[in-house]
């Protein structure tokens, strides 16, 4: 079975293309073309520019990842596309196009839920399909979504931890921006946090004692922005950047490993799964992997490599094969983004 899968949902334009034999992944392509230089400019994303930026990138994109497959689009047995949650804009781009190419080659569609394409980016580029070992703890840390979900199988869902406000991306993105460090802040943060001392400054860990499994990084940003309200951001001194940036970034990795760990101890699942841009955080990886073997030694542990952290549709291309599975495709004909969708 070849799918391919497309993925637009915000400033990445994505296409892959992934092969299923034998119960096996192979990720055969997996395109990524992002505009993070063009927002950069701005300090975040503008809608209007990643929907134009969608449409110009759209079809060279899906024609790369049939090269780098070596297959021609006749030879593709299903489409999957990321149908939300999202920009409305930049979703739409891709969900258009899907339906175009399903109803050229008269092919199913699936529509595909991009959150579940952050867990399932697990499975990728080949693993076999019963590698993983459900009911699974997943832990969803992205630019729009902090979210702990119970894992009944690939296909079923349960929301038990979420952010009351920002999500752990967001607050990354923002204390950037006080810092004045540019976007997107997640990779700049970690880097200079790796030269900065974790306990200089003593930032709070939000919600910990909140006896649920819910996350709150609004304060946390809030706190960053009132150290550093009386400075001069200008003349900080390099060190005292890396500093903040180390303090704050062990903050949101303390609140979200000790929530996962609870989340763990109340629910005793046999994996669990990262996923989503902030995974790419390598104090958070390390944190998790040595804090779940340490506790819970026999639930396996599952963290995308680098490439599948971020928007990619290989992982959505894996999240769609699993809704085959489930065989509940929507009329392609009627599909629309849907900004809002979620798990
Ligand atoms: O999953 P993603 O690519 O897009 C969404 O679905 O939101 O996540 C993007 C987020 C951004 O907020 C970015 O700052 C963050 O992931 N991010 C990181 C790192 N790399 C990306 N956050 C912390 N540390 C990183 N190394
Ligand atoms: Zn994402």
Same mark, same amino acid.
């Given at each position: ?11 990445? /334009? ?9 119960g096996?992944?192979?990720? $055969? ?8 230089k063009?927002?950069a ?7 209007e ?11 060279p ?20 596309? +990321? ?7 930049? %979703? +739409?781009?891709?969900?258009e196009?899907?339906?175009?190419? &399903?109803?050229?080659?008269?092919? +199913?569609? #699936?529509p ?10 697990n499975f ?5 399909i019963? *590698?993983?070992?459900? @009911?699974?703890?997943?832990? !969803? ?6 979210l ?10 349960? #929301? !038990?931890?979420?952010?009351? *406000?920002? &999500?752990?991306?967001?607050?990354? =993105?923002?204390?950037?921006?006080? $810092?004045?460090?540019g ?11 790796n ?8 930032? @709070?860990?939000?919600?910990?004692n909140?006896g =649920? ?8 940003k809030?706190?960053?922005?009132? /150290?550093?309200?009386?400075?001069n951001?200008? /003349?900080?001194k390099?060190?005292?950047?890396n ?5 704050f ?9 000790i929530?996962?760990?609870r989340?763990?101890q109340?629910?005793?699942p046999?994996?669990?799964l $990262? ?7 390598? /104090? ?7 804090q779940?073997?340490?506790?819970? @030694?026999?639930?396996? !542990?599952? !963290?995308p490599?680098?490439?599948?952290t971020?928007?990619? &549709?290989g ?27 979620? %798990?």
């Open positions: 079975m070849k799918i391919l899968a497309i993925e637009t949902s915000c400033d990445e /334009t994505s296409a892959a293309v992934l092969n299923l034999e034998r096996q992944f192979n990720l $055969l392509s997996n395109i990524v073309s992002s505009q993070v063009i927002h400019k701005f300090g975040g994303v503008v809608p520019v990643a929907a134009r930026m969608q449409m110009e990138m759209i079809l994109v899906i024609d790369e990842s049939l090269i780098a497959a070596n297959i021609k689009l006749k030879n593709i047995d299903y489409l999957a596309v +990321t149908y939300g949650p999202g920009l409305i804009t930049s %979703l +739409t781009v891709g969900v196009t899907a339906k175009s190419l &399903a109803f050229a080659l008269k092919k +199913t569609l #699936i595909t839920n991009h959150l579940a394409g952050h867990l399932l980016a990728l580029p080949n693993k076999k019963t *590698d993983i070992k459900f @009911p699974a703890l997943g832990l !969803i840390v992205s630019g729009g979504h902090t702990l979900v119970l894992m009944k199988n690939e296909s079923n869902y349960k #929301i !038990i931890g979420e952010t009351l *406000d920002d &999500a752990v991306g967001e607050a990354f =993105d923002k204390v950037a921006k006080i $810092l004045n460090l976007y997107p802040g997640g990779p700049i943060i970690s880097k200079l946090a030269n900065g001392n974790s306990v200089a400054f003593n930032f @709070p860990r939000p919600m910990l909140s =649920d499994l819910n996350f709150s990084f609004s304060g946390l809030t706190a960053v922005f009132y /150290t550093l309200k009386h400075k951001i200008k /003349t900080l390099q060190k005292e950047i500093d903040v940036c180390a303090s970034q062990v903050a949101c990795v303390d609140v979200l490993t929530k996962t760990l989340a763990l109340i629910h005793q046999n994996s669990f $990262l996923g989503g841009g902030v995974a790419a955080n390598p /104090t958070l990886r390390q944190r998790l992997q040595e779940i073997n340490k506790n819970f @030694p026999k639930i396996k !542990i599952f !963290i490599e680098l490439r599948f971020g928007d990619n &549709a992982m959505i291309a894996a999240a769609g094969y699993f809704q085959v599975k489930k065989s509940k495709f929507a009329n392609f004909k009627k599909l629309k983004a849907n900004p809002n969708l979620s %798990l």
